[in-house]
Structure formats: structure tokens, C-alpha cells
């Protein structure tokens, strides 16, 4: 079996989902895993939870036995949650997180795509993340975002003064190099519902 197959069988027999792996020089193994998403029913509240330290430990004895079983070349194994720049790896990590924001990586510059709207170089976007109908009734997918600047704390704004248009760009999956939740702290909890800033 290969070490993808053993993490995921491992991780996946104890309750988890795996999010990545990952091998540093100097033999470290580090192993991200997430609770499994259960996707919300209407008028039922959405309750987050999140990985914990018991969860980490539990999954790393397993994991420890389970490569030792295999013989697994390793120095270090380190078992973690995927922290608030979580990857985006899978559709069902983008269905997970609609409405957060997220920044995503083109593998490719926009172009003469952009059509003036942004830098014909540009890469890197921030947004909130919108599912959308595409004609041929799959699904799709944007990030939609404003270039507003950040109002500071404290701070009046005009009411006269007209807000920057929104703009969105759709993107799909083999258009991505990365894509992960952007590390936004928020000390009332992860809200992300309301439209981003660019990055």
C-alpha cells in the first residue's frame, strides 16, 4: 500500500477527513486532518466544530501502528488540525465553505481576460466564495469581491459617496495552483460571510 492509502484508510476508520500530507526534510511526516462535513438541512442551525488536541493524539497512535505495521520510512509524525488558511483541495471542500472568504492562486496570470478590469498579470484574488448555475446546469463556481478600501475603525463614511463596483471571477478547478480560506482572525468567530477585500 502506498502512504496516501494508509493515511486515508487510517484517518478515514477513525471518523476524520484527510486534508493533506505533507514530507519535510529531516524525515518529518505532518498529517492534516478535518471532521467530516455534514452538509447543513434547512432550518436546522449550522453548529461548527472543530478538531481538538484528543482528536490529533488519537489519530497519531493509530497512525504511528499503522506505519510501523508497513514500514514506513519516518522520523517525525505530526498530526494536526488544518488551522484558518485551511486548502481547498476537493468540490466538496468549496460546497463546504460557500459564502467564507477564501484567497485563491491562478496557475496562470489573468490576461487579456481581465479586459482592463484588473492587472492582465494578476494571480492572486481574494473573495467570497459564491456557487453558481453554470448553462449547461452543472455546477460552477466565483469569487466575488469589492476594491473598496477598508474602512478603519472609527472611521465616517459619506453616504453620497458610491461604493466601487462588485466584480467576480469564475474559476474552474484545473484553473487553480492553490486555494485555501483566507486567514481572516475574527475574535466573535469565523463569520465570513461579508464581501472581501482584494489581497
Known amino acids: 500500500m502506498s502512504l496516501q492509502e494508509i493515511v486515508e ?5 477513525l471518523g476524520y477527513d484527510l486534508v493533506e500530507i505533507e514530507r519535510s526534510a529531516g524525515g518529518l511526516l505532518r498529517i492534516t486532518i478535518d471532521l467530516p462535513w455534514v452538509a447543513p438541512v434547512e432550518g ?4 461548527e466544530q ?13 497512525l504511528q501502528f499503522a ?3 508497513d514500514g514506513v520510512e519516518y522520523k517525525r509524525l505530526e498530526v494536526s488540525s488544518p488551522g484558518i488558511d485551511r486548502p481547498l483541495r476537493h468540490t466538496q471542500d468549496f460546497e463546504r465553505f460557500v459564502g467564507h472568504v ?3 492562486t491562478l496557475k496562470a496570470p489573468m490576461g487579456a481576460a481581465a479586459n482592463g478590469q484588473v492587472s492582465a498579470n494578476r494571480k492572486k484574488f481574494r473573495g467570497t466564495l459564491e456557487r453558481v448555475a453554470a448553462a449547461d446546469g452543472s455546477t460552477g463556481w466565483q469569487i466575488v469581491w469589492s476594491d473598496a478600501p477598508e474602512v478603519k475603525p472609527g472611521q ?6 458610491v461604493p466601487p463596483p462588485l466584480q467576480a471571477l469564475g474559476f474552474a478547478f484545473d484553473e487553480l495552483r492553490d486555494a485555501r480560506l483566507a486567514p481572516i482572525v475574527n475574535f466573535k468567530g469565523r463569520g465570513g460571510q461579508g464581501r472581501a477585500d482584494e489581497a
Open 67 to 69: 506505519l510501523e505495521v
Open 44 to 47: 436546522q442551525p449550522v453548529s
Open 102 to 104: 477564501i484567497d485563491i
Open 9 to 13: 484508510q487510517t484517518v478515514a476508520g
Open 156 to 161: 465616517k463614511v459619506s453616504k453620497k459617496r
Open 50 to 62: 472543530f478538531v481538538n488536541v484528543e482528536d490529533c493524539e488519537k489519530v497519531t497512535r493509530q
